[in-house]
Nanobody, 117 residues
C-alpha cells in the first residue's frame, strides 16, 4: 500500500504561481509514475500533468496547461511536485496526485487551489 498526502494549495491571485507537493509513504519502491489530476466544481476529474516511467524523462501535460505547469518527482524522497505558473480562475479546482506501479494505483485526498482576485 502507498499513502499519498498533497499540500501546497491555497488562494492565489491571477498570474500567480503555486507548487503542489505529494508525499508518498508505504511501499513506494514499486512506484514508477506520478500524475496530477484536478476536479473543478461540477466537473469531472481531469488529467493535468505527470511524469511517466522510472527514467522520469517522459513528462506529460494537458493542452490546457501546457507551458504553464511542470510535473516532477523524486523517487528517493517519495515526493512529487506540480509547479503551476500564470494561474487563472479556470485553474480553480481540487488537485489530486496519483501514484502508480505496474499493478496498482493510489490517490491522495486532494488539495484545494483557488485562483481569484
Amino acid at each position: 500500500q502507498v499513502q499519498l498526502v498533497e499540500s501546497g494549495g491555497g488562494l492565489v491571485r491571477p498570474g500567480g504561481t503555486l507548487r503542489l507537493s505529494c508525499v508518498a509513504s508505504g511501499s513506494i519502491w514499486d512506484m514508477d509514475s506520478m500524475y496530477w489530476y484536478r476536479q473543478a466544481p461540477g466537473q469531472q476529474c481531469a488529467f493535468v500533468a505527470g511524469v511517466h516511467g522510472r527514467t522520469r524523462s517522459n513528462q506529460l501535460s494537458h493542452d490546457s496547461v501546457k507551458g504553464r505547469v511542470t510535473a516532477s518527482w523524486d523517487p528517493a524522497k517519495g515526493t512529487g511536485y506540480l509547479l503551476m505558473t500564470d494561474l487563472n480562475p479556470a485553474d480553480t479546482a481540487v488537485y489530486f496526485c496519483n501514484a502508480r506501479s505496474t499493478t496498482d494505483s493510489f490517490w491522495g485526498q486532494g488539495t484545494q487551489v483557488t485562483v481569484s482576485s
